[in-house]
């Protein structure tokens, strides 16, 4: 797999693959290891990190081997975002892990969507971007909107294949491909990651066949019925995506075109 850049950290494997909603965290260890993936996300809340039994999740990631992405999942203003942003900062730099100074940035609008604030994300990615973070926003599919984000000074934009954990892909391509289209104007090696939705391995078989650097995932594999089957699942869709994308497809036409010349065929003719 070819690696892509994000800012200044080269990523070795395009699948990010989240840490929530697993049975147990040895299951999550389980799950990773099979996805291949080398970057992680982690929301750094504290009633995210900790089990019901005191465990710690960051107990159960090998912090030599994953880059902790910490995310702001639960936040809904600007200001709960950059807070938990510098609490996630803080608690990779004791760690030593190479994510510190990273944030999956999430401001989400209400709880019943799960989909992003603009304002809100705009607000936030300014203010820690000024706070010298390097942002990976989630934001909608709008391809403005993600432009704005990536205007604010986002390093890179994760618009969204469809509402967080509804499993129903990438319910609109087009707009993923403006967001892509958009984005890489004047820059085509700008990071725009496809984020949240996704179902099964055939969503982000599309996701990069579109052109994606990346796609990011927790419940798809999380609350599979079998979530290491399905991490391997998904590390091999993200493969061949990108393998279809850089060998391109060919076009789509309205009738048939024969594999075969029709030259030489051999000919039926009745009464013969």
């Given at each position: 797999?070819?690696?892509?850049?994000?800012?200044?950290?080269?990523?070795?494997?395009?699948?990010?693959?989240?840490?929530?909603?697993?049975?147990?965290?040895e299951?999550?260890?389980?799950?990773?290891?099979?996805?291949?993936?080398?970057?992680?996300?982690?929301a750094?809340?504290?009633?995210?990190?900790?089990?019901?039994?005191?465990?710690?999740?960051?107990?159960?990631?090998?912090?030599?081997?994953?880059?902790?992405?910490?995310?702001?999942?639960?936040c809904?203003?600007?200001e709960?975002?950059?807070r938990?942003?510098?609490?996630?900062?803080?608690?990779?730099?004791?760690?030593?892990n190479?994510?510190?100074?990273?944030v999956?940035?999430?401001?989400l609008?209400?709880?019943?969507?799960l989909?992003?604030d603009?304002?809100?994300?705009?607000?936030?990615?300014r203010?820690?971007?000024?706070?010298?973070?390097?942002?990976?926003?989630?934001?909608?599919?709008?391809?403005?909107?993600?432009?704005?984000?990536?205007?604010?000074?986002?390093?890179?934009?994760?618009?969204a294949?469809s509402?967080?954990?509804?499993?129903?892909?990438?319910?609109?391509?087009?707009?993923?491909?403006l967001?892509?289209?958009?984005?890489?104007?004047?820059?085509?090696?700008?990071?725009?990651?496809?984020?949240?939705?996704?179902?099964?391995?055939?969503?982000?078989?599309?996701?990069?066949?579109?052109?994606?650097?990346?796609?990011?995932?927790?419940?798809g594999?999380a609350?599979?019925?079998?979530p290491?089957?399905?991490?391997?699942?998904?590390?091999?869709?993200l493969?061949?995506?990108?393998?279809?994308?850089?060998?391109g497809r060919i076009p789509?036409?309205?009738?048939?075109?024969?594999?075969?010349?029709?030259?030489?065929?051999?000919?039926y003719?009745?009464?013969?």
């Amino acid at each position: 797999m070819d690696a892509f850049q994000i800012k200044d950290f080269e990523v070795r494997n395009r699948l990010f693959v989240g840490t929530g909603k697993y049975a147990t965290y040895e299951l999550m260890q389980q799950a990773l290891d099979a996805s291949a993936c080398q970057v992680v996300t982690v929301a750094v809340r504290r009633e995210r990190l900790i089990d019901h039994q005191g465990r710690s999740l960051l107990d159960y990631l090998d912090l030599g081997r994953y880059v902790i992405l910490p995310n702001t999942a639960g936040c809904f203003t600007a200001e709960d975002a950059i807070r938990v942003s510098l609490l996630g900062r803080e608690l990779l730099e004791k760690q030593g892990n190479r994510g510190a100074g990273w944030v999956k940035l999430e401001v989400l609008g209400d709880k019943k969507t799960l989909l992003p604030d603009p304002v809100g994300t705009l607000e936030a990615t300014r203010e820690l971007v000024k706070e010298g973070f390097t942002v990976l926003a989630y934001s909608s599919d709008d391809p403005r909107c993600a432009v704005r984000i990536k205007e604010a000074g986002a390093a890179a934009v994760m618009p969204a294949g469809s509402p967080i954990g509804s499993g129903q892909g990438v319910l609109n391509p087009l707009n993923i491909s403006l967001c892509l289209e958009l984005l890489k104007e004047g820059d085509p090696h700008y990071p725009v990651i496809v984020d949240a939705g996704v179902g099964t391995a055939s969503d982000v078989a599309i996701a990069m066949e579109l052109g994606a650097d990346g796609v990011l995932l927790n419940t798809g594999i999380a609350h599979a019925k079998d979530p290491v089957k399905m991490a391997h699942a998904m590390r091999h869709a993200l493969e061949a995506g990108r393998l279809a994308y850089q060998a391109g497809r060919i076009p789509k036409k309205r009738y048939a075109t024969a594999s075969s010349p029709f030259e030489g065929a051999i000919s039926y003719i009745p009464g013969e």
